[in-house]
Each structure stands twice: as structure tokens, then as C-alpha cells.
């Protein structure tokens, strides 16, 4: 996979050293030189390289979950982040956001974590995503839209770490390869402070970089009226408030009922073990 990182807010890809002829994932334009203005070559990079995910740099963890089990309950996240140093990707999979990622100042200034988590909403299970565009310092706010871009890029990537990483998961549970999948995006500038339905997962895993939400605007309000889960304590909607902490500050997060009593679901039917 290509990154998610931001050096000094900027995605990795876009960092000086991968201003390079060598970089795959950058096209290098030279303008030619003209004669009149005897103008210097100027190196222009453009990001149209393909996102392409690799097994070989994902490092995956099972905190408090057990790989093997065949039985996999709810509630159950992932946390990914990527090192500048290596090159590879770092997943959690565990029932909360692992917080020991994101700690240090080098992740507080990068910010190119994705976390998601799976939601039983009225019997069917859906995949919600998270990405963290501006906020928080000047710096992500004046390359919101870069960022934007590189996240959208980015995702189809990121959700084949999931399956990769989670592979006991969807081999139990294939049917989670139709489960849709809700990206929010969180920014302090409103056009990129927003929810998107990129559909089932097995199609929003293979959408081509830059892809956004497969459904327009009309589908998606429809789709959010129906998948907002019960207001009364139920088993058929869990978790029923998000896991993820800044989830909660997000205008469209798809949450109700009560966050008492959580205790676990087995993944696809059934209540409280």
C-alpha cells in the first residue's frame, strides 16, 4: 500500500524524498525549456500512481480477540497506522480503538490513522469507518483537501488490509463481504466534514483510487434513514453507541439506544452472550 501519512500534515507520498524518478507512484512532468525565457526545468509531481495493497507490510495484531476462534463476537475494531521508517502498515484488531498507536507527537501531528468498527444495525451488519481530514492544529486545516484526496485514494487499500487481516473473520463469515461500508470523514471545514457510503464491502475494497461514495446523495439520506438503529434497548442493533471516541462529535454517526449493559453479540445473529 502506498501511505496515509501526512509529513507535516501532507500524506507520505507527497513528502520531498518521494520526489523521485525512482517513486512508481509519482510521474515525474519536466516543462520543456524555452528558449526565449531560458526558464530552469521545473519537476512537477502528480499523484496518479495506483494505490496497491501488500501483504508483506501489514503487520497485524489480535489484542483481547482470539485469531483461531470460530465464534467471533462484537464488539470488534480496527486500528491502522502506518511507519514512516518502515513502510509498513500496523493493524489492531481488538474490541476497542487501540489508543497506544496513536499516542506520541508524531502521530498527534500526523493524524493519517484510519479506525472502523463493526455495528449490528437492525440485524444487519455494517462496516463504519473513520479518518480524521482537519482539525487540531493549522496545518492539517490548510491541507484539508490534499488530505482528503489522499484518504479517498487510500481506502480501497485500507479495507483489504481489514480482510486480510482479519481473514479467520470472513472466512466464517463470507457474507460480511456484502456488509456496507460507511466512511466518515471528520474536518473543522464543512465541505469535508461528512459521511459517505462506499457499499458493500467486497466492491468499496476494489473501487479504483480517488473513488468516493458509490451512492449519491438522494441514495444515501434513504440509506441513513433506514440503518439508524432502534431508540429502545434491543439485540438487534450493537453495539449501540460508537467505540470510537471522536465518533460521537460527528454530525451523521449512526448511534441510539443505550450504552448499558454492553457486554458481547456473536457477530452476525443472536443477543448478548
Same mark, same amino acid.
Request: glycine share 6%; proline share 7%; hydrophobic share 35%.
Given at each position: 500500500?502506498?501511505?496515509?501519512?501526512?509529513?507535516?500534515?501532507?500524506?507520505?507520498?507527497?513528502?520531498?524524498? @518521494?520526489?523521485?524518478? #525512482?517513486?512508481?507512484?509519482?510521474?515525474?512532468?519536466?516543462?520543456?525549456?524555452?528558449?526565449?525565457?531560458?526558464?530552469?526545468?521545473? %519537476?512537477?509531481?502528480?499523484?496518479?500512481?495506483?494505490?496497491?495493497?501488500?501483504?508483506?507490510?501489514?503487520? *497485524?495484531?489480535?489484542? !483481547?480477540?482470539?485469531?483461531?476462534?470460530?465464534?467471533?463476537?462484537?464488539?470488534?475494531? @480496527?486500528?491502522?497506522?502506518?511507519?514512516?521508517?518502515?513502510?509498513?502498515?500496523?493493524?489492531?484488531?481488538?474490541?476497542?480503538?487501540?489508543?497506544?498507536?496513536?499516542?506520541?507527537? @508524531?502521530?498527534?501531528? $500526523?493524524?493519517?490513522? *484510519?479506525?472502523?468498527?463493526?455495528? =449490528?444495525?437492525?440485524?444487519?451488519?455494517?462496516?463504519?469507518?473513520? /479518518?480524521?481530514?482537519?482539525?487540531?492544529?493549522?496545518?492539517?486545516?490548510?491541507?484539508?483537501?490534499?488530505?482528503?484526496?489522499?484518504?479517498?485514494?487510500?481506502?480501497? *487499500?485500507?479495507? =483489504?488490509?481489514? *480482510?486480510? !487481516?482479519?481473514?479467520?473473520?470472513?472466512?466464517?463469515? %463470507?457474507?460480511?463481504?456484502?456488509?456496507?461500508?460507511?466512511? @466518515?470523514?471528520?474536518?473543522?471545514?464543512?465541505?469535508?466534514?461528512?459521511?459517505? /457510503?462506499?457499499?458493500?464491502?467486497?466492491?468499496?475494497?476494489?473501487?479504483? !483510487?480517488?473513488?468516493?461514495?458509490?451512492?449519491?446523495?438522494?441514495? =444515501?439520506?434513504?440509506?441513513?434513514?433506514?440503518?439508524?438503529? /432502534?431508540?429502545?434497548?434491543?439485540?438487534?442493533?450493537?453495539?449501540?453507541?460508537?467505540?470510537? %471516541?471522536?465518533?460521537?462529535?460527528?454530525?451523521? $454517526?449512526? #448511534?441510539?439506544?443505550?450504552?448499558?449493559?454492553?457486554?458481547?453479540?456473536?457477530?452476525?445473529?443472536?443477543?448478548?452472550?
Amino acid at each position: 500500500m502506498g501511505t496515509l501519512t501526512a509529513a507535516l500534515v501532507l500524506p507520505s507520498k507527497l513528502k520531498p524524498a @518521494y520526489f523521485t524518478e #525512482d517513486n512508481p507512484s509519482f510521474v515525474l512532468h519536466r516543462t520543456r525549456r524555452r528558449t526565449k525565457n531560458n526558464q530552469p526545468l521545473v %519537476p512537477v509531481a502528480r499523484l496518479f500512481g495506483p494505490a496497491i495493497f501488500e501483504a508483506s507490510k501489514l503487520k *497485524v495484531l489480535f489484542l !483481547g480477540v482470539d485469531e483461531k476462534k470460530d465464534t467471533v463476537k462484537l464488539p470488534r475494531t @480496527y486500528t491502522l497506522t502506518h511507519s514512516d521508517i518502515t513502510s509498513k502498515l500496523t493493524l489492531a484488531i481488538s474490541q476497542t480503538i487501540n489508543n497506544s498507536q496513536l499516542q506520541g507527537w @508524531y502521530n498527534r501531528l $500526523q493524524r493519517d490513522e *484510519v479506525v472502523a468498527e463493526w455495528k =449490528k444495525i437492525k440485524g444487519k451488519m455494517s462496516l463504519h469507518v473513520h /479518518c480524521h481530514i482537519s482539525g487540531g492544529h493549522f496545518l492539517l486545516d490548510l491541507f484539508a483537501t490534499l488530505r482528503y484526496y489522499i484518504f479517498c485514494k487510500e481506502l480501497p *487499500v485500507v479495507l =483489504k488490509a481489514f *480482510v486480510h !487481516g482479519d481473514e479467520n473473520l470472513f472466512n466464517n463469515y %463470507p457474507e460480511l463481504q456484502e456488509a456496507l461500508v460507511w466512511v @466518515y470523514f471528520h474536518s473543522n471545514i464543512p465541505e469535508f466534514n461528512k459521511v459517505e /457510503c462506499w457499499g458493500p464491502l467486497k466492491e468499496a475494497s476494489s473501487l479504483p !483510487g480517488g473513488a468516493i461514495g458509490t451512492h449519491n446523495s438522494k441514495e =444515501k439520506g434513504n440509506l441513513l434513514d433506514t440503518t439508524h438503529p /432502534c431508540p429502545e434497548e434491543c439485540t438487534c442493533c450493537f453495539p449501540p453507541m460508537s467505540l470510537i %471516541p471522536w465518533a460521537q462529535d460527528h454530525p451523521n $454517526q449512526i #448511534d441510539g439506544g443505550s450504552s448499558k449493559g454492553l457486554d458481547q453479540q456473536t457477530f452476525v445473529s443472536g443477543g448478548p452472550s
